[in-house]
């Protein structure tokens, strides 16, 4: 069965660093873009970051210069290195993967709390 596993969330004090990772297993194969999602409490589900296939890379506004997305494209795995962290980075984060035919994957998401 195809799926995504997610680790690296955490608690974590302001100013600290986290890094995610997002590894799929089974029939995931010929991925283009993969990237992650972030959820707070009572708001929509909003794009943190994506990569493409050719290392291309897309960031939110409130996560420029502070975050950095990367990929290892013979393990199907995608990372997000979270520095300089905000308590209003606080949300569970999702990772996708989006193959060059067919659905979107996603992770079953992982919590991350900044706070001191």
């Known amino acids: 069965q195809a799926q995504l596993v997610e680790s690296g969330g955490g608690l974590v004090q302001p100013g600290g660093s986290l890094r995610l990772s997002c590894a799929g297993s089974?029939?995931?194969?010929?991925?283009?873009?993969m990237g992650w999602y972030r959820q707070a409490p009572g708001k929509q589900r909003d794009m943190v970051a994506v990569?493409?296939?050719?290392?291309?890379?897309n960031y939110a506004d409130s996560v420029k210069g502070r975050f950095t997305i990367s990929r290892d494209n013979g393990k199907n795995t995608v990372y997000l290195q979270m520095n300089s962290l905000k308590p209003e980075d606080t949300a569970v984060y999702y990772c996708?993967?989006?193959?060059?035919?067919?659905?979107?994957?996603w992770g079953q998401g992982t919590q991350v709390t900044v706070s001191s």
């Open positions: 990569i493409t296939s050719g290392g291309r890379t």
């Open positions: 089974g029939s995931i194969f010929s991925i283009d873009a």
């Open positions: 996708y993967a989006d193959p060059f035919s067919g659905r979107r994957y």
